[in-house]
Structure formats: C-alpha cells, structure tokens
C-alpha cells in the first residue's frame, strides 16, 4: 500500500554559493532540532526545506527556516578518490551488480566513510541517493572520472559514456523514487525471507527483491556503525540455504567490507601493513581471529559463511582489495620481516590449483616482488616473477605459480626466463623430497605431482617445456613407486587375492596416477593377475555359498568397467 505521509523535510548547509543535503526527516521539528545542532558547528548557513513530490515526479520545495552560522569551518572537501580501471556499466541493472558497486566504493570511499554508508544503501533507499546527488559535483566528477576510464578502456566515445552512466543513474533514481512512497515491512524480528514473503503479497508495481532490498536498506541507513550493519545482517540472513536472502545479505557484506574503516573495526588494528593483509587474506578463507578491539562475536558468525564460500560476492570484493593492498607502495612492515611475512602470504594465496583469485592475484604479486627488488619498467614482471619464485618452496609450488605466470599475457616478454625457471622446478624428482616437500605423506605425494601433470597439460607452456615437464613428472612418480616399493606394499601376499585385486584396482583408478609410466606400472599388475589361469576361481575360493560368489565376481567385473580395464 502506498505510504499517507506527502513531505520530507531536509536540513542543508551552505558551502560557497551551494547548498548541500545534510539530513532528511519526516517531521519539520526533528529537521529544525537538527538545524539548529549544525549551528553550533563551524557552518556559513543552514536551512529547513520542506519538499513534497507531486504525482507527476515534480518538487515543490519551501523554506521553513533558514539562519546564518559563524563560517565555515577549515576542511578539505568531501573529492573522488583516484581509481585506474572500473567495471563497464550502460544500465541501472549494472549499477547494482557487485563491480560496479566495488567501483563506486572505491570511487567514492570519503563520501561513504564521511556518512557511514554503503553503495546499497545509496542506490535503494531515495533520500541516500538525493543526498548524494546535491552533494557539491562530487557525483558529475565521479561519472566524469568513470567516463574517461571507459573510454580509454573501449575505445569509445567520453561524451557517449558519459550519457549511458548519467542516463542509469537518472533511471535508477527513478525507480528508487517510485518505492520511497511504499510503506514497506519493517523488519524488528523477522527475517529477509518473511519480509519477501510479506512484500510479494502486497504484489506492488516493482520488483520483489528490488523491494526487499529497499526495505533492507532503511533499515541499514538507520546504524551509524559498520559493526551495527554487519550485525544486522547477520541478524536477518535466516536460513543459510534460502537463495534469495543469503545472496541479499552477501550484496550488503560486500559492500561493508569494501570499506578499509569497516575491516579495521571488524578485525582490530593491526600491528603492521603485511599483519593486516594476512588478516583480511585469513577472513576471505572464513579463518580470521580478529586482534585486540575486533567484533569477534560478528566475526564468528562471518567465518562459517567465508569457509563454506556461501558469500561469493563478499570474497569477491575481499580479494580484489588484497589484491590492490599488495600492489600499492605500502611496505609490508616498518623491521626487516618483509620477507617473512610475503613468505606466510604467499603460503595462503597458493594451493595446488594455482593462484587464489587468479590473474588479478598473479599480477598483484608480480608487482609486489618488483617492488622488492625496487625494479620498474620492461624488467619489472620478470623480476617481480624470480622474486616470488625465490620465496616459494617446495617444486610443486614453484610449478603451480608458474604454470599461472604463463596464462598471463605478459609472460610472452620474458619467455626465455620462464622456462629457465620453470626446468629448474623438476631438476631434482628423485624421491619427491625436493618436489613435494619432505613432510608429504606418500599418498600427497602422489597427489601433488599427478595435480601438476594435469595443471601442465593444461597450461600456456610452450609445447617443448610441457613435454619437457611432463615427462620428467611421469619419469620422478614412475621411479618413487619403483624405489618405495608402492605397488608391492598394496599387493601383499599375506591377503587373499581378492583383497589384492580389489586394492590394486581401486589404486589405479584413484586419481594419484598420472596415465602414463606410473598408471601403466600399476595397471600391468593387475593385468597379469586377470591372465592367470581361473582367476575366478581363485578369487572367490575362500566363499562356500554359489550366489554370493556370482555377487562378488559380478561387482569385481563392474569395478573393471568403472576403472577403464
């Protein structure tokens, strides 16, 4: 149903010969008992606006009290933060999708921090948005710088790319206007998901999730504490399996925690730059304890959410800025740990698949080992490269960065370099000790170079090295199964022979084989047990009972099939 109440009334303060939104209320006393706070600062003018929309979208503005202040006081003004790249954007739609919104929070970092907002609290809820909009030109400088980047970025025309952002924003303040009107749900102790539920029967005009949101963020607006917001998100998820609430929520996480002041209040002041990093590193993973100061209480409930990678967007926006920590000029710490503590980044931004959060990752430590070396230009992402290889030990994980080094487009540059590097992590397989680490267990260590034969097969290696490196994988599992005496170890002859097929089969077929020396070695074996003569019979000699051995043969004959014999 619509809402009965026709005006809002709103305090603004002078700066220059501009007026700008300070505050919105409903009713003219709370508006004019905060004017007359705004006095007591250093302002040059404050006023009472009394603003009513009409049916047709006009307003009607009428000034109910208006008083002259002492000066302004002697503060930079609220600028745009300097950004080189941000995410293509034509419509209101895009607007709202979480690049764009990370975009706009780093475009906008001061003004958001200034008024403890969100990008999602500006674009649902009108009176944010309007706000924003009077806001001196820091809006038409935000477009502006955002214009000129797309431009570069397509090609395209500054003018042109201009218009289509202006134009979104005009379309979405549209929309958010509309659904200022709606007396929507308030939320107390329900849940997102009863609050949907409530605005789907109202069946209004717009979107239900659009709905949702708006009533969301009315909520939210009201907090002036980003531990507040994250609190109340928390608060009203519901159920983590419910689709609809858990992707609202993860679109307001990732817009809190796309605020430096947020973390910071979330996880405690750390002791140095690199401390923090690792810290925000440990809460995109779901495994952060907080310092001395942290919202631990919030943090538990966020930590199961990370883990089990059920706020997508909010990782999303946690690691594409560690990823802009580590190519900033920050030194990692003000001693001489710098090493150190890149050696224990590294140790949770590499696994077997590669490089968490791909590309963007590779290219931030890239930039960071150049920094360490202080080498800039053309020489830079070679040896930013050496350098983080020389931080990486054992081969496999050498290998794992490397083969991503490769994928990237300027690796072309420095490819000579690149497969020296990359030789150098199979010179030594005797064993797996040096490839694999010396504390893998024998199963790990088959894993791990069986992981790295396939990432190799897979990768942008030149066709010489990724024979090169293959074979020498093949060759070094090959030689560890022969020197450590796997096979035999599996098919003991202490066991019956069903025992022993059954164990060998299910190794073969166990993923720590790479199909090649080391698959056929095992796969022989098996071999040879199937052309000895009555195998059958020998493999169920041990059962009395007829249909329990036509079972036993059976399911052995499927497990063949199952296992590529």
């Known amino acids: 149903m619509l809402a009965t109440t026709a005006y809002t009334y709103e305090v603004r303060v002078r700066r220059g010969d501009r007026w700008i939104i300070h505050a919105t209320y409903n009713t003219d006393k709370e508006a004019t008992v905060e004017a007359e706070n705004v006095l007591r600062g250093k302002v040059s003018a404050v006023r009472v606006i009394r603003d009513w929309e009409r049916e047709d979208g006009r307003h009607i503005e009428k000034v109910l009290f208006e008083k002259e202040g002492s000066g302004e006081a002697d503060k930079d003004p609220v600028r745009v933060t300097a950004i080189e790249d941000a995410a293509l954007c034509e419509t209101d ?24 907002l969100t990008p999602t609290e500006v674009m649902y809820n009108f009176k944010n948005l309007r706000k924003l909009m009077y806001h001196d030109t820091l809006l038409p400088s935000a477009v502006d710088r955002v214009a000129t980047i797309h431009s570069r ?5 500054h003018i042109e790319a201009s218009n289509k952002l202006h134009r979104a924003i005009d379309t979405l303040a549209a929309r958010a206007r509309q659904v200022e009107k709606y007396d929507l749900p308030q939320f107390e102790d329900a849940t997102i998901a009863e609050v949907r539920r409530e605005i789907q029967s109202l069946r209004l005009a717009e979107d239900t999730d659009f709905l949702t949101m708006v009533a969301l963020t009315r909520e939210l607006s009201s907090s002036r504490s980003w531990i507040g917001k994250l609190d109340f998100a928390m608060k009203v998820k519901g159920d983590a399996k419910d689709n609809h609430a858990r992707a609202m929520v993860d679109d307001i996480v990732a817009d809190i925690l796309g605020s430096p002041v947020a973390l910071k ?96 990752m590779v290219e931030a430590l890239v930039e960071r080992g150049a920094r360490v070396r202080n080498v800039g230009g053309s020489r830079a992402f070679g040896e930013g490269v050496e350098e983080i290889v020389g931080c990486l030990a054992p081969g496999w994980r050498r290998l794992a960065f490397l083969s ?64 090169h490196l293959s074979e020498k994988l093949d060759s070094g599992l090959a030689d560890y199964l022969t020197r450590e005496k796997v096979i035999e170890r599996i098919d003991n002859p202490a066991l019956h022979l069903r025992q022993r097929a059954y164990m060998l089969i299910k190794f073969c077929s166990s993923g720590v084989l790479i199909e090649g020396k080391s698959a056929m070695m095992a796969r022989k074996r098996v071999v040879s047990y199937l052309r000895q003569p009555n195998f059958t019979d020998h493999l169920v000699d041990d059962l009395q009972d007829s249909s329990e051995k036509e079972g036993i043969l059976r399911d052995f004959y499927a497990l063949l099939q199952r296992s590529g014999f």
């Open 93 to 116: 739609e895009d607007l709202l999708g979480v690049e764009s919104r990370a975009t706009i929070n780093r475009l906008l970092r001061k003004y958001f921090e200034q008024e403890v």
């Open 153 to 157: 970025t397509t090609e395209g025309n």
């Open 265 to 360: 209040d979330l996880l405690g002041p750390s002791r140095s730059f690199g401390d923090a990093v690792l810290l925000h590193i440990d809460l995109a993973m779901g495994k952060a304890t907080g310092n001395r100061g942290a919202a631990q209480d919030v943090l538990d409930l966020l930590n199961p959410l990370f883990s089990a990678r059920l706020l997508p967007k909010a990782q999303f926006v946690l690691f594409d800025h560690i990823a802009r920590e580590l190519k900033s000029p920050n030194a990692l710490s003000r001693h001489d740990d710098d090493a150190q503590l890149l050696v224990q980044i590294l140790d949770r931004l590499l696994n077997a698949d590669g490089v968490v959060f791909g590309q963007p």
């Open 404 to 467: 991503d080094v490769a994928q990237n487009e300027s690796a072309a540059n420095i490819q000579p370099e690149l497969t020296a590097l990359t030789r150098k992590t199979v010179g030594d397989m005797r064993g797996l000790r040096a490839f694999c680490g010396p504390q893998a267990k024998p199963r790990e260590k088959m894993a791990l170079v069986t992981r790295m034969h396939e990432k190799v097969v897979h990768s942008n290696f030149v066709e010489d090295l990724k024979h």
